[in-house]
T-cell receptor
Framework: NAGVMQNPRHLVRRRGQEARLRCSPMKGHSHVYWYRQLPEEGLKFMVYLQKENIIDESGMPKERFSAEFPKEGPSILRIQQVVRGDSAAYFC??????????????FGNGTRLTVT | SQQGEEDPQALSIQEGENATMNCSYKTSINNLQWYRQNSGRGLVHLILIRSNEREKHSGRLRVTLDTSKKSSSLLITASRAADTASYFCAHPSAGANNLFFGTGTRLTVIP
């Protein structure tokens, strides 16, 4: 049973370009979470999705950022018109149930976005 | 902010010694979890303790939870060089839809 798969592992974009980060949850998991981590810091929640629905996007910037989790295919975190401040590691996690249950999250190895 | 705080921020010990990391949080919780992150990798779940539990063991790990003080500790006994990593506590908040992570403790175990 493959774990959470994220790709690409590393992504370099110039300012103003778009970044698309992909996440395939563990088999059987329908809950997906995106987190952002700056160097030497903890994880900051961005968005929580279930299949075809955004449940909580309170941690996501209102502009330039969007996320989806379609019925078929991976979850996508999209950052439009990237700026240098978007440079960070973006982690996806999945679980079979909602996070406020006693269900741990399973993390991917992240996508490291560098904006030049 | 609901984010927890951990201390120390960094801890360096000799192999074979015990390592203790502490976590404080601000809200009511129904469970608290500890995760480990190796450099350049994702987080790995270590142990979960429910709000009605005071102590839990898993191998060389011992976790305590004091809900009256809103604090938890993670003890790693007989540490090994391979335990070198960052350790984070995390908790769901009542009514929230995600886990809030602490700021982490960077543990270095010197062989």
């Amino acid at each position: 049973n493959a774990g959470v798969m994220q790709n690409p592992r590393h992504l370099v974009r110039r300012r103003g370009q778009e970044a698309r980060l992909r996440c395939s949850p563990m088999k059987g998991h329908s809950h997906v979470y995106w987190y952002r981590q700056l160097p030497e810091e903890g994880l900051k929640f961005m968005v929580y999705l279930q299949k075809e629905n955004i449940i909580d996007e309170s941690g996501m910037p209102k502009e330039r950022f969007s996320a989806e989790f379609p019925k078929e295919g991976p979850s996508i975190l999209r950052i439009q018109q990237v700026v240098r401040g978007d440079s960070a590691a973006y982690f996806c996690a999945s679980s079979p149930r909602q996070a406020d249950d006693t269900s741990p999250l399973h993390f991917g190895n992240g996508t490291r976005l560098t904006v030049t | 902010s609901q984010q927890g705080e951990e201390d120390p921020q960094a801890l360096s010990i000799q192999e074979g010694e015990n390592a203790t990391m502490n976590c404080s949080y601000k809200t009511s919780i129904n469970n608290l979890q500890w995760y480990r992150q190796n450099s350049g990798r994702g987080l790995v779940h270590l142990i979960l303790i429910r709000s009605n539990e005071r102590e839990k063991h898993s191998g060389r790990l011992r976790v305590t939870l004091d809900t009256s003080k809103k604090s938890s500790s993670l003890l790693i006994t007989a540490s090994r060089a391979a335990d070198t990593a960052s350790y984070f506590c995390a908790h769901p908040s009542a009514g929230a839809n995600n886990l809030f992570f602490g700021t982490g403790t960077r543990l270095t175990v010197i062989p």
